[in-house]
């Protein structure tokens, strides 16, 4: 579903230059959940912003489906984006816009109807859990209902992947359940392939199939959850 080969990302030039990624292979079945982990500075943001196409890789290559999207031109880079929904760390909501609003955004951008808007919103909506809540702005919900709000919206152009970055960092350890609880369901019910990207080993262990640990810009480790636990 996705492979990464030889990805590398290098800022600056020369003498300055600094290699934030460095040489990274891995491969992501369709339907799994394979988390990437290591420490603050790691790398694991850019790699992020390399898999959604916000930064392009220095060489190398993010292969989804078959199709590199690392070296497509400007003008196709945007539908291929489709293909890759994103949840930040904190949900990045916009405060004058309701729950729905929020979710019906990326559907606005692309010139949907509004009745096909409505009954979009409507089912993730109710996917997600927050019904009740529809109406409700911003600063009316909790850490944990504003996440699933950026969840919905993620997948509100129905992408084939969803990419989470740091999604659960600074939720407590019962709302971060509930929200892997939730993308488990989701990845059961939409077909979604996920790339969950944590510092949080806890949350590592409660959902990911598959994990790749990154240090200083490099794969340290990579294989089956339940082979690195039993490594340790
Ligand atoms: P993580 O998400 O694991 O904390 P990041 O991807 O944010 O790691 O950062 C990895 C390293 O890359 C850090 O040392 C950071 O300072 C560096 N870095 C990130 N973005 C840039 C940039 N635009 N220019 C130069 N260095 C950068
Ligand atoms: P089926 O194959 O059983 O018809 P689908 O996978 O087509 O099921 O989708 C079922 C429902 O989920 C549809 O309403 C569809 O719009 C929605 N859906 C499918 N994939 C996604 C996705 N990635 N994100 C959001 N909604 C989705």
Known sequence: MISLNELTKTYGRGADSVTVLDRLNFEVGAGEIFAVTGPSGAGKSTLAQCINLLERPTSGSVVVNGEDLSSLPEKRLRAA??????VFQSASLLSRRTASENIA???EYLGVTPGEIRARVGELIDRVGLGPKAHSYP??????????????????????????????????PDTTSSVVELLKQLRTDLDLTVVFITHEMDTVRQIADSVARLERGRIVETGALVDLLTDH
């Open 105 to 107: 955004l990326p559907l």
């Open 139 to 172: 600063f009316q919900l909790s850490g944990g209902q504003a996440q699933r709000v950026g969840i919905a919206r993620a997948l509100a152009l129905r992408p084939a992947i969803l990419l989470a970055d740091e999604a659960t960092s600074g939720l407590d």
């Open 81 to 86: 984006r489709r293909r890759i929904g994103t």
